[in-house]
């Protein structure tokens, strides 16, 4: 396995003013994600895992401090590097699934291919079956939200996410719409992708039920690291 961290935040700390007061919301954040690895922040609401996802994504920027991700430093970019940067490297699933209801699963899954570099329409089909049945909906491809259960959805949306084979991946609360069987299902799914695929996978919960499929847990109190482990109990991969 890669020990070259994908991510790198070093000394990040954001605040967010409202009126005249101002909140500091992360706290002198440094740490390393690996790729390969399915990461999970957890913290109670409010404690910063959404601003923190966004700035180790490159949404936001931290008021002080940097974040590397893939070797780039990501406040030296201009506004439309860091779009050309999201959209050839990364991948976002959110708790809403964000599918449009008049598109098939399939179609929903394509059109993330729309954005960068022309492919031809036979491999766009080809590309959006193989997400799809990698996320186990291969056989429900024609399928339309409406005729989906939450859990099948939050796997369409998996597969839009996937669709453009991006290193790092991330996802923000992915199961917060969930019943717990298919939370499980979701994040299991998100640790495979990680360990088959090489990809970065970062996830932010606030249910402690998931972090049994992590490979390691980041626990998040008031804007600061209070825990950062590793999940012994999961098997060593062997790539
Ligand atoms: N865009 C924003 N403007 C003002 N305050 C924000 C903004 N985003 C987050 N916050 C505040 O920052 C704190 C942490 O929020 P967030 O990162 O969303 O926490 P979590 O995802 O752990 O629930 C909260 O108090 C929230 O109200
Ligand atoms: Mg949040």
């Given at each position: 396995?890669?020990?070259?961290?994908?991510?790198?935040?070093?000394?990040?700390?954001?605040?967010?003013?409202?009126?005249?007061?101002?909140?500091?919301?992360?706290?002198?954040?440094?740490?390393?994600?690996?790729?390969?690895?399915?990461?999970?922040?957890?913290?109670?609401?409010?404690?910063?895992?959404?601003?923190?996802?966004?700035?180790?994504?490159?949404?936001?920027?931290?008021?002080?401090?940097?974040?590397?991700?893939?070797?780039?430093?990501?406040?030296?970019?201009?506004?439309?590097?860091?779009?050309?940067?999201?959209?050839?490297?990364?991948?976002?699933?959110?708790?809403?699934?964000n599918l449009f209801a008049a598109l098939t699963a399939q179609e929903n899954v394509m059109l993330p291919l729309n954005y960068g570099p022309k492919i031809h329409a036979d491999e766009a089909r080809q590309r959006s079956k193989e997400a799809l049945e990698m996320v186990g909906l291969g056989s429900r491809m024609q399928l339309r939200p409406l005729e989906l259960s939450g859990g099948e959805?939050?796997?369409?949306?998996?597969?839009?996410?996937?669709?453009?084979?991006?290193?790092?991946?991330?996802?923000?609360?992915?199961?917060?719409?969930?019943?717990?069987?298919?939370?499980?299902?979701?994040?299991?799914?998100?640790h495979e992708i990680a360990r088959t695929r090489g990809t970065t996978v970062l996830g932010v919960s606030h249910d402690n039920r998931l972090i049994k499929h992590a490979d390691r847990v980041i626990t998040l109190e008031d804007g600061r690291v209070v825990k950062d482990q590793r999940a012994s109990h999961i098997p060593e991969t062997t790539a």
């Open positions: 396995m890669s020990t070259t961290p994908s991510i790198v935040a070093e000394h990040i700390d954001r605040s967010f003013s409202s009126g005249k007061t101002r909140q500091q919301v992360l706290f002198d954040i440094s740490l390393s994600i690996l790729p390969g690895e399915l990461t999970m922040i957890i913290g109670p609401s409010g404690s910063g895992k959404s601003t923190l996802l966004s700035a180790l994504s490159g949404l936001l920027a931290p008021d002080n401090g940097t974040v590397h991700a893939l070797g780039i430093e990501l406040s030296k970019l201009t506004a439309s590097q860091l779009d050309t940067f999201r959209l050839e490297n990364c991948g976002f699933i959110f708790q809403g699934f959805k939050q796997r369409v949306a998996i597969a839009r996410a996937l669709v453009k084979r991006p290193r790092l991946l991330f996802a923000d609360e992915p199961t917060s719409a969930l019943d717990g069987q298919n939370g499980q299902i979701v994040v299991s799914l998100l």
